[in-house]
């Protein structure tokens, strides 16, 4: 008999052979229906997969919730794959792996088929319900790896014969085995997975969309059809995805930023961002806003190179792991042609050592804190730099201006000693919170990565740093539901720990924008130290941290969370003056003149067009303010004031009480209070 400790600290006596199906069916039979899968010691396992001996068992259900969506959508790419090929034969599979709200799956269509499209979805749709329908138990299997080969080389899958050969020799592989009886489907797979195929909601998924995806990613190799579905436990969660989906379409940042004239890219400057005026206005006001919350909060600011030459590189580490990410320059001329058009050597500036573009800061400011003597009373030392940095991304991870290759941090680095540590990082969630709020978010989660299997440094050091954050987030009173508060294990730096802080937009999307991780190695490495009250030499401990994450990216948040509707503080063109008859011409050149004297950002519209076509065609470009002027408000020295998206009839004031307003409404959260 073997003993299963269940959690509610109860123990069960199972025989040998028996399976977590059977302790849910002894508990009872609404149990045994539920159970989608087991915990069995922490590791998902199928529900049907016997015990090797005295355990830990936690069923899982539905309401577990996010173990249960990764088990359904890893189902769902089996059925998505069993159905291509009971369509299309010959298709051959590869990979399919569930994704953060549904599955894809990467297919090698026969030549004569050819790539699929977005027309065979439905088709595929269809029969994927037939699979469901056939409620075939998904069986797992342990097979050797030549047997693997043999299987998959019988059945023309050449990819899969391919990959088996590269898992290592001996080890037992799993095979995934659908079917009543005989195999109808079989995939190469590490599981876990549900009982049976009837097991997931045929109506809670869709097939989204075809692209294409060359065979491990590389372009020499073949490319394959990836279809992608979007799978959800029930269909009430699967249609408010895709309500979501289709407001996240209407919020695009990239059709906001054309329609507002915000920003361009273009294929000569890949993954940078081209910014035009009014784009460029948002970014200075939060650029000018984050600089006034860094002062007030002790900061120092600093500007660092952008290029360092191999020999800093090689010494901070980057060198070895990131260089494959890092932009690399020869610091030379490269050359010039004489009279004849013959190529001439290069002109060699200094050694022609080889330079690099940034892909980060933290060296640079360790550089700064090297300069001259420091003692404990200097710390904590906060160096913050609005830092531009590159990093080499392949251009398919591309994607507007939210991942992009060049982009700007709020970045800072705080030296702190150790008995500062827990206070320095309150005081870093205090701002955070205050920032957050002000620029319109009032929901984010705060979440512990924990040490990954792969660390530097001791197991004493990671107990203490781990600890320091979960106090310091304690102390800030934020370990707590409201505040999302969840540890990762496993999920830290390699070096350190971190916070991570996800935002949660008007959508309900998450994003994560802000981090505090904790780094002992890399004062180590560049050798930063400080005298202590002792005397001695002492190693400070260096928060690396950033609010917004990077200017690029977050203003995308910002556009969608706001849909393009900025508070007044934040619109590029925050009121235009427009007419109803040409008479108030000269008025709405007055009434504009003043208001821009109070520093208001403020255009006149006095083309001879109707009034409501103006007025529609201000707020596609998300104008807040539209004060609209006739020949009565001439005389009367009044405005007529509309707000964007309000369905109030429009206001009529004076133009004095209208400019105290405005200009009242467009002072920055933070100088308000
Ligand atoms: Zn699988
Ligand atoms: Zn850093």
Not at 108 to 123: C, N, W
Not at 629 to 640: F, I, L, P, S, Y
Request: a negative charge; glycine letters at 8%.
């Amino acid at each position: 008999m073997f003993k299963i400790a269940l959690p509610d600290g109860s123990v069960r006596e199972m025989p040998e052979g028996s399976t977590p199906a059977d302790v849910a069916a002894a508990i009872g039979p609404g149990l045994a229906k539920a159970a989608l899968a087991a915990k069995v010691d922490g590791e998902v396992r199928d529900i049907m997969r016997p015990f090797e001996g005295d355990s830990s068992l936690a069923l899982i259900t539905s309401r577990d919730e996010k173990d249960a969506l990764e088990l359904v959508r890893h189902d769902f790419a089996h059925i998505l794959a069993e159905a291509v090929q009971n369509l299309f034969p010959g298709t051959q599979i590869t990979f399919g792996p569930a994704t953060d709200d549904g599955f894809y799956y990467d297919f090698a269509p026969t030549a004569e088929r050819g790539q699929f499209t977005d027309e065979d979805l439905p088709a595929i749709e269809a029969e994927m319900r037939r699979v469901i329908a056939a409620d075939k138990p998904l069986v797992r299997e342990v097979w050797d790896r030549a047997k693997v080969r043999q299987f998959f080389i019988d059945h023309g899958e050449t990819f899969k014969a391919e990959w088996v050969m590269e898992l290592p020799e001996g080890e037992p592989i799993t095979m995934y085995k659908t079917g009543h009886g005989e195999a109808d489907w079989m995939d190469l797979c590490r599981g876990p997975h549900l009982a049976s195929t009837g097991k997931v909601d045929p109506n809670a998924f869709k097939l989204t969309r075809v692209s294409g995806a060359y065979w491990r990613g590389d372009p020499k190799n073949p490319m394959l059809s990836r279809i992608y579905g979007t799978a959800w436990l029930n269909k009430k969660q699967l249609d408010e995805h895709l309500v979501r989906l289709e407001e996240a379409a209407k919020r695009d940042h990239r059709k906001i930023g054309q329609e507002m004239d915000l920003f361009h890219l273009q294929a000569e400057a890949h993954g940078s961002v081209f910014w035009h005026p009014n784009g460029y206005i948002i970014w200075r006001q939060l650029e000018a806003y984050m600089r006034r919350r860094l002062d007030a909060a002790g900061y120092e600011e600093v500007k660092t190179p952008q290029l360092m030459d191999a020999r800093q590189w090689e010494r901070s580490g980057h060198w070895g792991k990131y260089r494959e990410n890092m932009f690399i320059v020869p610091d030379e001329i490269p050359h010039g042609s004489d009279d004849e058009g013959e190529d001439e050597a290069p002109i060699l500036s200094g050694d022609a050592d080889l330079m690099a573009l940034k892909p980060m800061n933290c060296p640079a400011h360790i550089l700064i804190f090297n300069q001259g003597i420091k003692s404990y009373r200097d710390l904590p030392l906060r160096l913050a730099e609005f830092g531009c940095c590159h990093r080499n991304e392949p251009h398919g991870a591309l994607h507007g201006i939210m991942r992009v290759r060049q982009f700007t941090q709020d970045d800072a680095h705080i030296f702190v000693r150790e008995d500062q540590l827990v206070e320095e990082v309150v005081a870093f969630c205090d701002l955070l919170d205050s920032v957050y709020r002000d620029l319109g978010f009032d929901r984010y989660a705060i979440k512990l990565a924990l040490r990954p299997d792969k660390r530097f440094g001791t197991d004493e050091m990671w107990d203490w740093s781990e600890q320091s954050l979960r106090d310091a987030v304690a102390a800030a009173g934020r370990n707590t539901e409201e505040f999302g508060w969840e540890e990762l294990p496993g999920e830290g730096a390699f070096y350190a720990p971190k916070l991570e802080f996800h935002l949660s937009d008007a959508i309900g999307r998450t994003w994560q924008v802000g981090t505090i991780q904790t780094d002992t190695v890399l004062p180590e490495r560049l050798d930063a130290s400080y005298i202590g009250e002792d005397g001695a030499k002492h190693r400070p401990i260096m928060l690396h941290r950033a609010i917004i994450g990077t200017f690029e990216r977050f203003l995308g948040i910002l556009i969608e969370h706001h849909a393009g509707k900025f508070p007044l503080w934040l619109a590029p063109v925050q009121a235009v003056v427009t007419t109803i008859v040409s008479d108030a011409d000269d008025y709405a050149r007055e009434v504009a003149a003043k208001l821009a004297q109070r520093g208001i950002r403020v255009d006149t519209d006095l083309r001879n067009e109707k009034i409501n076509y103006k007025v529609r065609e201000h707020s596609l470009k998300k104008v807040p303010l539209l004060l609209v002027v006739g020949k009565r408000e001439a005389e009367e020295g009044t405005v007529a004031l509309r707000r964007l998206g309000s369905e109030e009839r429009q206001l009529v004031m004076t133009v004095d009480e209208a400019i105290s307003m405005i200009v009242e409404e467009s002072i920055a959260p933070d100088l308000k209070r």
